[in-house]
């Protein structure tokens, strides 16, 4: 069930949060091309802290993405974003 959705201009990434963890799709390519990738809970430290996301925003201008869960705000940072 999709609870929030945020395009990056920018960066052509469109993200998709919801109740199973975070996805994001590089809109930018051609098929095949396009990468996808999932964020989810796991047991390294820079995982998100619950897949419950409720709330994406991206911040074009300093190269983050903020990211609402169940359990707190998280920020993702450029270097973490699709390749």
């Not at 963890?21 to 809970?41: D, Q, V």
């Not at 820079?46 to 994406?56: E, R």
């Amino acid at each position: 069930q999709v609870r929030a959705l945020a395009h990056d201009k920018v960066d052509n990434i469109m993200w998709i949060g919801t109740l199973s963890g975070l996805a994001a799709y590089e809109t930018g390519l051609p098929y095949p091309a396009s990468a996808f990738r999932s964020y989810t809970t796991s047991s390294t430290s820079d995982s998100l802290g619950s897949d419950i996301i409720t709330a994406v925003r991206p911040d074009t201008a300093a190269n983050k993405t903020w990211i609402g869960t169940g359990e707190g705000l998280y920020l993702l940072y450029e270097s973490s974003k699709v390749p």
